[in-house]
């Protein structure tokens, strides 16, 4: 356990400096010009923790004895939360009914979009090796 502490925390001091990246290039393309300096460190501070929590999770599919959905819904539901709890602390996102909905809505989209993607490369890659494995047998 203590292996997987230490590389959930690797992976993520590795991701946390992409999130002011992300940050400034966003400001960049959007040409805010109203943005006080509180704005700018709670988004600096936030994207930072995001990037470090979701590149530490990716350590969940190392659990060998977790199912690959189990973890797939872990990381998943990890992820949305501090998407979320991102988007509401720097007001890029209301706290109302109807803006909640559809955040979440599109974020499972897109998380299922990339995994489904993910999951068509893995299994084109595994037919491909285990057909080699056939072909290498007779």
């Given at each position: 356990m203590k292996r997987i502490i230490l590389e959930f925390f690797r992976r993520g001091m590795a991701a946390c400096g992409l999130g002011p990246l992300v940050l400034a290039a966003l400001y960049w393309v959007l040409d805010?010009?109203?943005?006080?300096?509180?704005?700018?460190?709670?988004?600096?501070?936030?994207?930072?923790?995001?990037?470090?929590?979701?590149?530490?999770?990716?350590?969940?599919?190392?659990?060998?004895?977790?199912?690959?959905?189990?973890?797939?819904?872990?990381?998943?539901i990890v992820l949305y939360i501090c998407y979320l709890a991102t988007y509401l602390l720097n007001g890029w996102l209301e706290g109302d009914t109807t803006p909640i909905l559809a955040f979440t809505g599109i974020f499972v989209l897109g998380y299922l979009a990339i995994w489904a993607v993910i999951y068509s490369i893995i299994?084109?890659?595994?037919?491909?090796?285990?057909?080699i494995l056939k072909e290498k047998q007779h």
């Amino acid at each position: 356990m203590k292996r997987i502490i230490l590389e959930f925390f690797r992976r993520g001091m590795a991701a946390c400096g992409l999130g002011p990246l992300v940050l400034a290039a966003l400001y960049w393309v959007l040409d805010p010009q109203t943005l006080t300096v509180r704005e700018v460190c709670t988004g600096i501070v936030s994207l930072s923790a995001l990037a470090f929590v979701a590149g530490g999770m990716n350590v969940v599919y190392q659990l060998e004895h977790l199912p690959l959905m189990a973890a797939v819904t872990i990381h998943g539901i990890v992820l949305y939360i501090c998407y979320l709890a991102t988007y509401l602390l720097n007001g890029w996102l209301e706290g109302d009914t109807t803006p909640i909905l559809a955040f979440t809505g599109i974020f499972v989209l897109g998380y299922l979009a990339i995994w489904a993607v993910i999951y068509s490369i893995i299994k084109r890659r595994t037919d491909r090796i285990n057909q080699i494995l056939k072909e290498k047998q007779h």
